[in-house]
């Protein structure tokens, strides 16, 4: 508008001030834009009917069930507890190593392990206790009702081409209370190979399995059916709700799946999705300091939490146990333990290219998401739900 009227009268320029036409120009700009309140105030039919599309949208996209509201300020957290928590996170914080055992014996806790993870243990156990005393929480468990773990072995050779045919000869598991943290059950069978009968003498020294063990032993499909047996005599998968824990990506993605192609079976849905327990250390005990996050093996694991391994390295069962004793640990530090990992039996073709110094993981293995491993243990429930009806 100032333009125009310079055009217009161009000996106004010579009046006007720099501080008027400043003040014009400010008065101008506010007339030509609409105030918020102004805006808001007239929604157009239009807007309203997209407006409560959007709320009907977002009430079906969030439907995921939120803890229930005990107290109007929990979301706040203005309740006097969490102060009370706080106080409680800052004296945990100045005690030394010999204390915060001491503070753990007190409460009936374990007391092994690093500071640190002392100290987590201890600041789990005052949140949950001190909320579930003035009813902000409740004291159901809210993960799996137990825990599965494998650790497989397998036929193989000093140096393993990349299509060498695994075949899995130890198949052992044990079973942790997902509730309690403590190891309640174990089992294991040995698998007769079929494609390489005859194990090497590397494979023999690495696992401690001889020969006259694996040739009296039954093939894979008879040593599944087995397996699949016996976690219907312990009502797991059907009265109660279970997880398969690897330590790593290799059991299911390579092994199992291997040994089940071979012998022309469909992978068990029990192992389609599984706890990568190495996943789940790193996030829980928050262990990694860099931006590219190093897992921890099970020696590592072992060491953080002040635990020896034992038993025999690569026996099935002692490490199958040890990989349980992590597990126990964690559980009854309050970790919510969840699937983390899934199996692609038909893997995408493209794949990123990498340098030749880094090591590409197993194609037939991918990532979830918390949401995908929410709707895994949902579906879980919902199966033992309807296991229990039908049987009443």
Same mark, same amino acid.
């Given at each position: 508008?100032?333009?125009e009227i310079f055009q217009i009268h161009p000996e106004i320029t010579s009046v006007m001030c720099d501080r008027e036409s400043k003040d014009l120009a400010r008065k101008e700009k506010k007339m030509? $834009? ?6 808001? =105030?007239? &929604?157009? @039919?239009?807007?309203?009917? %997209? /407006? +409560?599309?959007? $709320? ?6 969030? =439907?995921? &069930?939120? @803890?229930?509201?005990?107290? %109007? /300020? +929990? ?215 860099t931006t590219h996050m190093k897992l921890p093996g099970l020696q590592t694991m072992l060491n953080k939490l002040d635990m020896e391994f034992e038993g025999n390295p690569h026996s099935g069962l002692d490490d199958a146990t040890n ?70």
């Amino acid at each position: 508008l100032l333009q125009e009227i310079f055009q217009i009268h161009p000996e106004i320029t010579s009046v006007m001030c720099d501080r008027e036409s400043k003040d014009l120009a400010r008065k101008e700009k506010k007339m030509m $834009t609409p105030s918020p309140d102004k805006k808001k =105030s007239r &929604p157009s @039919p239009r807007e309203n009917k %997209e /407006n +409560e599309d959007a $709320t009907c949208r977002k009430s079906i996209d969030f =439907s995921i &069930p939120t @803890p229930i509201k005990t107290d %109007e /300020n +929990e979301n706040n957290f203005d309740h006097p507890v969490y102060k009370e928590i706080s106080l409680k996170n800052g004296l945990i914080n100045k005690s030394d190593l010999s204390t915060l055992k001491r503070m753990c014996k007190e409460e009936g806790i374990e007391s092994s392990g690093k500071r640190n993870l002392i100290q987590q243990r201890l600041k789990n156990y005052w949140k949950h206790k001190m909320l579930r005393d003035v009813g902000l929480i409740k004291n159901a468990a809210k993960g799996y009702d137990f825990f599965i773990v494998i650790d497989f072995e397998a036929t193989c050779e000093e140096r393993n081409l990349p299509d060498y045919p695994h075949e899995i000869i130890e198949f052992p598991c044990v079973i942790v209370d997902g509730k309690t943290g403590k190891i309640v059950d174990s089992w294991r069978e040995y698998c007769r190979p079929t494609i390489n009968p005859t194990l090497s003498e590397f494979c023999t020294a690495l696992t401690g399995i001889e020969q006259q063990t694996v040739d009296a032993a039954e093939t894979f499909p008879e040593v599944l059916e087995q397996f699949n047996f016996w976690l219907e005599e312990k009502c797991l998968g059907t009265a109660h709700t279970f997880a398969l824990v690897t330590d790593g990506p290799f059991d299911v993605g390579r092994f199992l799946r291997l040994s089940c192609q071979q012998a022309e079976l469909e992978v068990p849905v029990w192992a389609e999705k599984w706890i990568n327990i190495r996943k789940g250390f790193a996030n829980f005990y928050k262990t990694s300091t860099t931006t590219h996050m190093k897992l921890p093996g099970l020696q590592t694991m072992l060491n953080k939490l002040d635990m020896e391994f034992e038993g025999n390295p690569h026996s099935g069962l002692d490490d199958a146990t040890n990989i349980a004793r992590v597990v126990s640990r964690m559980v009854m530090d309050g970790a919510i333990l969840k699937v983390n990992e899934k199996l692609e039996l038909q893997p995408p073709t493209e794949t990123k290219r990498v340098t030749p110094h880094h090591r590409p993981r197993l194609i037939h293995v991918s990532p979830l998401s918390r949401t995908q491993a929410d709707v895994w243990f949902s579906s879980c429930k919902q199966i033992t739900k309807g296991c229990k009806e039908l049987k009443l």
